[in-house]
């Protein structure tokens, strides 16, 4: 396995994971860094979709642990034997690294908005009818981007 060589995955495999990875940590870093968006003036929100009841420790952990993840995974994108990333001769793996990043943040802003506590939860209506397609379709498509730039990367390379 030292040789380079995908080993019982797919080259293809592992860089899709990676870019999942990414994608998931940043939609939790993402989650905790946006915070809790419930109105304070209302005394008995409503929620269209519940929020999970977690504690803040838990929450910080998770945001903190998937920002670490994102981090990671990116890093092993760009630099690791992923993706051998040679600095400004292929920026186009590093651009979609950070878009992917950026879709994960809308991912997660997606579902803050779901999980808003209102009176009248029409800000968690239109959030899941327009912004949850878009992020999702964004999403999927800028990783499946990222893995055929790093899949064409290393076969230039």
């Avoid at 920002?67 to 590093?94: E, Q, T």
């Avoid at 879709?103 to 239109?126: E, Q, W």
Wanted: aromatic share 8%.
């Amino acid at each position: 396995m030292s040789d380079g060589s995908p080993g019982l995955l797919g080259a293809g495999v592992v860089r899709f994971t990676a870019a999942l990875l990414v994608l998931l940590g940043s939609v939790a870093g993402g989650w905790w860094l946006i915070g809790d968006l419930t109105e304070s003036a209302v005394t008995n929100p409503e929620y269209l979709v519940s929020p999970p009841n977690w504690s803040p420790v838990v929450e910080r952990t998770v945001g903190v642990g998937g920002w670490c993840v994102a981090f990671l995974s990116a890093v092993y994108l760009l630099v690791g034997p992923a993706g051998r990333y040679s600095g400004s001769r292929h920026r186009r793996p590093f651009v979609l690294v950070v878009l992917v990043i950026l879709a994960g943040v809308f991912v997660a802003l997606v579902l803050r908005l779901a999980t808003i506590g209102a009176s009248g939860a029409n800000m968690a209506g239109l959030s899941i009818i327009f912004g949850g397609p878009l992020a999702l379709l964004a999403a999927i498509g800028l990783m499946v981007a990222l893995t055929r730039a790093l899949g064409d990367t290393k076969e230039r390379v």
